[in-house]
Nanobody, 125 residues
């Protein structure tokens, strides 16, 4: 059974930084063979793509709203994916979810097979 556990969320002032972590576990699950993504969901809104990193080439892509401010990375040895968030804005406030899929880059919620429970990020103005 695959388990993704997010951590690192919290309350931060606008302009501040946070680093989210997503620790993966499972008998045969290795993030080195999965594309890993971060999504977020604000109150009353749909879950949206934030960033992803592919399994084979570690190519990355970001939502336009976070480009230049967020960085996704992976540590295969620790089976953990990170999302470094800088220059945070109040509109970044949301629950952030980690997700995994078996193939290449994808941007839709429906494209991912495994999900974590989420971690709350709140940015105050």
């Amino acid at each position: 059974q695959v388990q993704l556990v997010e951590s690192g969320g919290g309350l931060v002032q606008a302009g501040g930084s946070l680093r989210l972590s997503c620790a993966a576990s499972g008998r045969t699950f290795s993030i080195s063979t999965y594309t890993m993504g971060w999504f977020r969901q604000a109150p009353g809104k749909e879950r949206e793509f934030v960033a992803a990193i592919t399994w084979r080439t570690s190519s990355t892509d970001y939502a336009n709203s976070v480009k230049g401010r967020f960085t996704i990375s992976r540590d295969n040895a620790k089976n953990t994916v990170y999302l470094q968030m800088s220059s945070l804005k109040p509109e970044d406030t949301a629950v952030y979810f980690c997700a995994a899929r078996s193939y290449g880059m994808a941007y839709l919620v429906s494209g991912y097979d495994y999900w974590g429970q989420g971690t709350q990020v709140t940015v105050s103005s």
